[in-house]
């Protein structure tokens, strides 16, 4: 376990909605670390409709996904909001009036006076292959994600899969590796042509292997792997041994352990809130963007930014108990306009 970090608000969730929740905070003097599962920052709009336009942002004609992450990140940056990518947080645990202890999968632990809970639709999961008894080796042999590409030095690999994230691994990987195999089951990739490109002369130059098939089965002891087994699209077996196995078979979405933090849920899947202030049934943790529930809830961005703004309000009686709220505009107030850099 790590030392605790110290904030006033930890965000679950770096998606469109966490991260106007930074600003909306940032307005009202408080500071925020946002903790999420994916390798990037956005959401479900960097990672599953980067490139698709966007048409309803207030103001906004039009917009990519990408490009929404992108304008939030510059427009939060006044505020130093801190990342922790990578990590789903796991457990909460209630240690003040309001003060919480959360920790994440990967043993941080951060102390905050509130907790606000953006997690969309839950965390982006990895799929796992329909491989029998994976899970025996998976944290040991097999890996949905590289978090230090030094643990797979001198080892032999096996790749899955003919996305992006497969064909950007066989290429990075590929000059660490004893010895390394992509495999696919059939001879299109999705990934960028520039990277099946790199990839295929890898291949040219004897550097990786390249098959078309599928995983039937891992054999090893003890959660390591020596070999899987490979069924060839003409229906024959053979072995490949390997150290590693790393299958990228794409993301989907599960609740994950939103549901285990004491919340009032609204049928299992969504925290019902108070819509003055978008706080959940525990005071203290709030729920904004498509996480929460109330009579009328629209799961669309905009929903979300307002959210923030009313959830922010809240938030400053329990980081403030002393302090009086005096509503202000950005265009009129120096105040607020010093925050923000401009004054
Ligand atoms: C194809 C598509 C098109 C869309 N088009 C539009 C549109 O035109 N206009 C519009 O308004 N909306 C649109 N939406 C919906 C919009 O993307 C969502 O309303 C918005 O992303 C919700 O934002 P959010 O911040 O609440 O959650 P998300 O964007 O879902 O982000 C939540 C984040 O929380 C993380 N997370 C969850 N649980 C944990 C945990 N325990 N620990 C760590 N991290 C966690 C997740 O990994 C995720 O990154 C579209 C959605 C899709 C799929």
């Given amino acids: 376990m790590s030392e605790p ?62 490009g929404l992450c992108e304008a939030l990140l510059t427009q939060i940056k006044p505020f130093g909001a801190t990342f922790h990518l990578q990590e789903m947080v796991q457990t909460i645990e209630k240690i003040g009036d309001p003060q919480f202890r959360v920790t994440t999968d990967r043993g941080q632990v951060f102390e905050a006076k509130i907790i606000v809970v953006a997690a969309g639709g839950g965390s982006f999961q990895p ?70 490109n790199k990839m295929m002369a890898l291949v040219g130059e004897g550097k990786i292997d390249l098959v078309l098939g599928q995983v039937s089965e891992l054999r090893g002891e003890g959660g390591r792997i020596a070999q899987a087994v490979v069924k060839r699209n003409d229906g024959s077996h053979f072995e490949i041994a390997c150290d590693a196995l790393l299958p990228f078979f794409g993301l989907t979405m599960k609740l994950g352990p939103v549901a285990e933090w004491g919340m009032a849920m609204k049928d299992g899947e969504y925290i019902l809130v108070d819509t003055a202030t978008f706080e959940s049934s525990v005071p203290g943790i709030f729920a904004i963007g498509d996480i929460n529930w109330y009579p009328g809830k629209l799961k669309l961005i905009l929903s979300g930014f307002h959210e923030a703004a009313l959830m922010a309000q809240k938030a400053h009686r329990y980081v403030y108990p002393d302090k009086r709220l005096v509503f202000q505009y950005t265009t009129s107030s120096t105040s607020l306009q010093k925050k923000l850099g401009v004054a």
């Fill in 5 to 66: 970090i110290k904030t006033d608000v930890l965000i679950i969730g770096a998606g469109p909605c966490g991260l106007f929740a930074v600003f909306e905070l940032g307005l009202l003097d408080m500071k925020a670390h946002l903790v999420d599962i994916l390798d990037k920052i956005g959401g479900q709009c960097a990672e599953l409709y980067p490139e698709k336009p966007i048409y309803d942002i207030p103001a906004v004609p039009y917009i990519t996904g990408q």
């Fill in 127 to 196: 799929k796992r292959p329909p491989i029998p008894g994976i899970e025996a080796y998976e944290g040991t042999s097999v890996f949905y994600a590289v978090r230090q590409m030094e643990a797979f030095r001198g080892k032999r690999i096996l790749i899955v899969g003919g996305g992006d994230s497969a064909l950007d691994w066989t290429l990075n990987l590929a000059p660490i590796a004893s010895h390394l195999t992509l495999l696919h089951r059939r001879g299109e990739f999705r990934a960028a042509p520039d990277s099946v």
